[in-house]
């Protein structure tokens, strides 16, 4: 669709720049400009004339020839001035009265030259002087026509005006020699004519063309720097503007630059479609357009990312174009009678203080919104220093990853999920810990993005698999694993069979594996991740769908997708956000998991509080601090032996 319009503009103007059947104004001034050029020629051709008069009025000594002269020298002063007084590249005078200017002059100069020749003749003023005063006449007729071809009618009038009054002169002497000149002068009207008029198409056209190419090309320059979808920059037409306006900058200007991001912008695509996302992008755009001050430059970025470029006054103001920016695309959108909600997080980077160039100033703008996204989204984030150092520490962690896992720096802990009816142990979820030489403990949230972002997880991901199957094995036989996966392990080639070849070498029952998806995972609707699941649920493996409640939450995936289990986020049980409205999630949740026949876990408990409030809820399942934190494997065999022992005691007595 888009591609059409494109189409469509490129042939409109195709059709504008092939219209060349009228001169365009900007081709005649250039071919008027021809006259102008190199007034060295004019003035030889001045000073021959003038000379050749003066000797033949010296040597026929004839007054009427000496005030020939005088004319002559007054008209070529006049012209040689006009010539340097009105530049025509300066632009100022208008293209039509350079031409009557010079037509003036011109005509004057050559009948003047003419009846000059002309006169030579009826006064008889001698053989030699009248050939000299003729060739000089009808040399200078030839030779303007030929240079003044750029202005065909002018070079044709110069070349009458010369030849007219030698011509009539020889009508009147009317001797045969004289006659023959005058057929000899006719003769040079059609011949020069026909030179001149060929001339002057060759040089109107190919000064047309030209001019057609060189706008041809402005234009697709134009086209390659736009985005086809909103109409803003695209990458290249940032790079452009940004190389325009720091060439621009002195010690006062203030520049911020400002990358924004949608979040979550890949699901309003996979759910509604693409042209739904497109008006959605148009929509953004238009806003932004709006709240950024004159004088900003927008870009598209590729799919849902912006950056808008634009002057400040100081940091304040940039604080509150970012708001501006911030609410303007948080405001509901409206399409087709649908609203749609969508989010941004922004990363501001200001010039001077964040960078003198246009690369440091988007690479710290894209620093900031890094850390405004892993912050939690729809945030903005303005750079500072320390962010270079997480990106040093992250590209660290990138470095040292691979060799972690072979060092044996890495290992998984266990934490409990518990029965929340009779405190029983279902469950352990296996977490991943990095016992850093230097560094210390290191979270899985900073390193675990590291290793998707790298590629690491594939591999990450399979030694813990295998080393959680393997723990698992040794515990009593109804007790489960549950083993996070990144999306990117679950599309890597041969994902499902890596799994079941963990469980094999480590002799654990599929149905003792269950695997911990994100919703993440399905917004990309991708035929591996549907085939990944329905190999392993034959297999009887369990899918549970973690941080539910964080992401889209639709309840589409839960329909599609066979899950044995919901995991409710832990924002839901803790934190600014908990009160009357997390609880009737809480219990919606649980009510539609009960009636499924699913567990619903609860993350994050620490307090006994909590625990009542969830399983008052509905929730059957519980996992937090409050029964325990993540522990290795030794203390994991612990916990089981001792609740065997407790349950064993119970029994007793009873
Ligand atoms: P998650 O899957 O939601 O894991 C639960 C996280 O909540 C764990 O953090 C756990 O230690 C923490 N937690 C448990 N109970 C409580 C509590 O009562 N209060 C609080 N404040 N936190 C609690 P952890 O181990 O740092 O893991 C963070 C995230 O890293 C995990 O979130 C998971 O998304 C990812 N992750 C951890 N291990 C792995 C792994 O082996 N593979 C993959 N792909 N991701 C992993
Ligand atoms: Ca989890
Ligand atoms: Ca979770």
Redesign the pocket.
Known sequence: MAGDKHLTRLRDLYAHHTRTDKLSERVKHTLVRTLYTQPASLAIGAINGIASTFIAAWAANLNVLYGGCVILTVIAIARLAAAIRLSPDEGKTSTRTLEVIYEVGAFSYAFVLGLIAALTLLTQAGVAIEVLMVTNAACYGVGICARNAGRPQIAMGQLFLTCLPIMAASLWIGTLPFIALFFTMLLLFPAMMSITFNVFKVLRDSISAAETSAELAEKMQRLARTDVVTGLANRAGLNHAMVETMAAVNEDTRIAVIWIDLDRFKEVNDLLGHPVGDRVLIEVSRRLREVTPEGSTIARFGGDEFIVCCPIVDRKHSEKIASEIHAEIMRPIRIEGDRLEVRASLGVALLPEDGTDADALIQNADQALYHAKIGGRSQTRFFDQSMTRDLVRRREIEGELRAAIQRDELS?FF?PIVDLQTGKIRTF????RWFHPEKGEL???EF?PVAEESGV?VTL?NW?TAQAARACAKWPEDVTIA????PL?IKAPGAALGILSALRDANLDPSRLEL?VTESLFVEDNHATASFIEDLSNEGVRFAL??FGTGYSSLAYINTFPFKKIKVD?SFV?GPNVGQKSDAIIRAVAEMGSRLGMDIVA????TIEQVQAVREAGCNLG????FS??VPDYLAAMLLAQERATLEQQRRIA
């Not at 083993?483 to 990144?486: C, D, I, T």
């Not at 996992?623 to 409050?626: A, I, K, M």
Request: overall charge negative; proline content about 3%; aromatic content about 6%.
């Open positions: 998984i934490q979820e296996a977490l991943v979270r899985p949230d675990i997880i991901g813990i083993v996070n996966l990144s392990q911990e973690d941080d832990r803790s993350e994050g408990l620490e996992q937090g601090y409050y934190r993540a």
